[in-house]
């Protein structure tokens, strides 16, 4: 008898609002018969709240990507990118605000903290799906390794606790003998990365570039490192080979600018298609040169 009902309804002049075609969502068309049936063919008053549910336009929750080490050189970059593809992003420092001064800098929102505190992280991840981390230093061998990596250790940490789907790290190439002369930097970049291909072996990137040119702010001046950067991309992007001499061989290692840096990251935090692993600098230049689907 229902059945009967409802589809002379359908077949009907009926009103608008009983239209299925009417409704993109079926469960909303649904209540709508449902509505209809039990008040008669009259106007309701308390339609309103349903005719404004079908008005509106379902917006999909934003990504909210919070980047570690925003105020500085790659990281600022990556800030930017994140911004300019709607994301909704934040950052941490020491201060819990920006050193930068830029426009761009208020539209993140920033968090206190330390990463050699992991306590004080919990507020910054509240809500995030994915997190980058740019955070690295030099000095001496303890410090780079607690920089480098006892630092992103805790975030890693903290992020898989969290219930963060993706984090992505800023690491950096092999350079063979370098590697020797700053130990604390290479193994804690090492150890990062190994904590975060445990944890996330699913969600996690690894980009090791080697130099990265581009503009860098030194307080107040500005370090035109894409002067000489550029040039040696240019010559050694060809060169790959020339990568597996002995010794000498990670010093051919073609430079990439940060912007590209800044695409892939950005897009390996948000990506679900984008692999887990190690991306080195040819894929960097790569992906950066992709559209993504």
């Given at each position: 008898?229902?059945?009967t009902?409802i589809s002379?309804?359908l077949?009907s002049q009926?009103?608008?609002?009983?239209?299925?075609h009417?409704?993109?969502?079926?469960?909303?068309?649904?209540a709508r018969?449902?509505?209809?049936?039990?008040?008669?063919?009259?106007k309701?008053?308390g339609?309103?709240?349903l005719?404004?549910?079908?008005?509106e336009?379902f917006?999909?929750p934003?990504?909210?990507?919070?980047?570690?080490?925003?105020n500085?050189?790659?990281?600022?970059?990556i800030?930017?990118?994140a911004?300019?593809?709607?994301?909704n992003?934040s950052?941490?420092?020491?201060?819990g605000?920006?050193?930068?001064?830029d426009?761009?800098a208020?539209?993140?929102?920033?968090?206190?903290?330390?990463?050699?505190?992991?306590?004080?992280?919990?507020n910054?991840?509240?809500?995030v799906?994915?997190?980058?981390?740019c955070?690295?230093?030099?000095?001496s061998?303890?410090y780079?390794?607690?920089?480098?990596?006892?630092a992103n250790?805790n975030?890693?940490?903290?992020a898989?606790?969290?219930?963060?789907?993706?984090?992505?790290?800023i690491?950096?190439?092999?350079?063979?003998?370098?590697?020797y002369?700053?130990?604390?930097?290479?193994?804690?970049?090492?150890?990062?990365?190994?904590?975060?291909?445990?944890?996330f072996?699913?969600?996690?990137?690894i980009?090791r570039p080697?130099?990265?040119?581009?503009?860098?702010?030194?307080g107040?001046?500005?370090?035109?490192?894409?002067i000489i950067?550029?040039?040696?991309e240019m010559?050694?992007?060809?060169?790959?080979p020339l990568t597996r001499?002995p010794?000498?061989?990670?010093l051919?290692?073609?430079?990439v600018?940060?912007?590209s840096?800044?695409k892939?990251?950005?897009?390996a935090?948000?990506?679900?298609?984008?692999p887990?692993?190690v991306?080195?600098?040819?894929?960097?230049?790569?992906?950066s040169?992709?559209?993504?689907a």
């Open positions: 008898m229902m059945k009902i002379r309804l077949h009926s009103p608008p609002f009983l239209k299925p009417c409704y993109r969502d079926s469960s909303l068309f649904a018969i449902g509505r209809f049936l039990s008040t008669g063919s009259e309701v008053d339609s309103s709240k005719e404004e549910a079908e008005r336009e917006t999909p934003r990504e909210k990507l919070l980047v570690l080490g925003g500085g050189f790659v990281g600022s970059h800030c930017i990118e911004l300019a593809h709607g994301l992003v950052s941490l420092s020491r201060s605000k920006s050193s930068l001064h426009p761009w208020n539209d993140i929102v920033w968090h206190q903290g330390d990463l050699l505190s992991p306590d004080s992280l919990g910054a991840l509240n809500g799906t994915s997190v980058i981390s955070v690295g230093g030099f000095g061998n303890s780079m390794y607690d920089i480098n990596g006892t250790i975030a890693i940490r903290a898989s606790k969290q219930g963060v789907k993706r984090f992505v790290y690491s950096a190439a092999d350079f063979g003998l370098v590697n002369l700053l130990k604390g930097y290479f193994a804690g970049k090492r150890s990062t990365e190994t904590e975060l291909l445990d944890k072996q699913h969600g996690g990137a980009l080697g130099f990265i040119h581009g503009t860098r702010r030194v107040s001046v500005h370090l035109p490192l894409s950067g550029a040039p040696l010559v050694l992007r060809h060169a790959k001499l010794l000498i061989g990670p051919f290692i073609p430079p600018n940060v912007t840096v800044a892939v990251a950005v897009r935090a948000v990506d679900p298609a984008f887990s692993g991306v080195d600098v040819y894929g960097i230049r790569q992906y040169q992709q559209n993504p």
